[in-house]
């Protein structure tokens, strides 16, 4: 049988043909064959072995350096600006009496309401908890008028994503199927946020089981671009990148696995953290597989709030054996790292990784650099050879562990699935025998690469996505699309760090040719997720970095 995959963009009855046309065993070994090539991962086999290290015996990020301290500049935190507001502008308004937990969390619903209203929806939450978002607002707006808030975040609204438990409300993963019985607690990241005050008023919607970086299901009434309604959110953590770039919360929750937190912060011109692998416990995670790259995160309107976040977030877990071995934070440490500034900082830049991003991202890229070495962090050029192979590498790590994760939902669920998921799972069962284990090896050697080059600087600088969000048509966000283009050029340059365990960070840099945003991504050492904040707070502090309010935002903090 023969089979043929259409250039471009594949959707309606050519996308539900393919569907049919791969439950035959000839077509999805074809199709495994084309998706192999277009995505890289035939390309990966056909490398040397001097690129394949053992099977790594642990997961555990290797650190480069024990010593990251400079002497901080005790640069202010950048705060009091019009929008956008972050968790400290929202405790300064309550502490002043200038603003409300229980008005702000009922402008934060209706605000969600009122979006998701819109056609095309922006709509950035798929739950909404009021009854128990209203109960926390008037228990914090209590604590404030006795002046005894629990922590900046207290009265905060943020949102969740659908792949970890929100006690009360079912973790579907993108789904049309699962679990709709409400999870019984918090997942970790979560209950962590709500004792320190945060106020929880829904879960954001994500792509099916996380599997796409661009943002469609058509599970879900996903929402559009929160910068242009004709195109894509990102994803995997889609509403919560729109949500913040809307107002609607300062704060969201998201997983990343290969980019779906970055990826969405880009595309949406907020700022997002993917820590070091383990630093965020990930007990609560819905997910079934894909663990090994999976790293709990958040996007957020500042770098403040990135760093505070995570101080309340970190901290080992039983229930997740990767956050066992992290060093402690330092009180304090990720946000006094916002006032550290750059001096002295060194920087590598992989000039062939730059010169495979498009011109306009590049230039944008390159004029922030420039901006941070004014400001007195040197630019060092290093290489990284193996780094241009990282997607193909982590398209065959995501993708044969969440196969084998799915495994015991397929024999009952599998025709429910979205047409590009049911695509995937064939895809997937046409690879290699060995392609998992052989993956493994050439991650350990990226995981050495990049060990190696942070030996020589503090942070690695690659741009956060080698595209602008894509477009997006009615009919392709109601009955789906897939699109290995546009997914190659979102995952280009994000699954490196998922692959080594390394914190990385995304700011906003400026809008690209089509005007739409750009993002620069800092890459640091195992556990020293304070450089990546300490450049991302310069970027914010100098207007490097700076998050444009979209036509539908609003400021909750407004009278």
Known sequence: MLIRLPIGRISGFALSSLARAVRARPARELLATLVRSELGMNRVRLLPSSFRAGVPFSLEPLRARREHARPSLDLSTPRGRAWPHGAADFAAAYAASAADPVTVTERALAHARA????????????????????????ESRARYQRGAPLSVFDGVPIAVKEEMDVLGLPTRLGTAFMNYKPAAKDATFVARLREAGAIV??????????????????????????????????????????????GVFPTGLGTDGG??????????????LKPTYGRIPCTGLGQFGATSVVHFGTIAATAHDLAASTTLAAGADSGDP?????????????????GRGVRGLRIGVPDSEWLAAPRDIAELGRTALRALEADGAELVAIDLPLSRHAAAIGYLTIAL??????????????????????????????????????????????????????????VIALPTTANVAPRITDAEARDGFIDTAALDAACRFVFASNLTGLPAGTAPIGFGTERLPVGLQIIGDAWDEASVIAVLAQLERTGAASVIRPELAIDLLAS
């Open 115 to 138: 979006l998701a209203q819109l056609n095309p929806s922006r709509g950035p939450l798929h739950g909404y908890d009021d009854e128990r978002a209203l109960a926390a607002a008037r």
């Open 322 to 338: 990767a956050s066992l071995v992290q060093p402690a934070l330092s009180p304090g440490e990720l946000e006094g790292a916002t």
């Open 401 to 458: 562990e969440a196969r084998s994760g799915l495994r015991s939902l397929l024999p009952e669920h599998e025709r429910t699935l979205g047409l590009d998921t049911q695509l995937f799972i064939a895809n997937c069962d046409a690879f290699y025998p060995d392609d998992y284990v052989d993956a493994q090896r050439l991650r350990h050697t990226l995981r050495l690469e990049f060990a190696e080059a942070l030996r020589l600087v503090d």
């Open 201 to 246: 008023i829904g879960q954001t919607p994500m792509t099916e089981y996380g599997l796409s970086p661009l943002g469609g299901n058509p599970n879900r009434r996903m929402p559009r671009n929160a910068h242009a309604a004709d195109r894509l959110p990102g994803g995997s953590s889609s509403g919560s990148g729109v949500g913040v770039a809307l």
């Open 259 to 272: 980019g779906s937190v970055r990826v969405p912060a880009s595309y949406n011109g907020v700022f997002g």
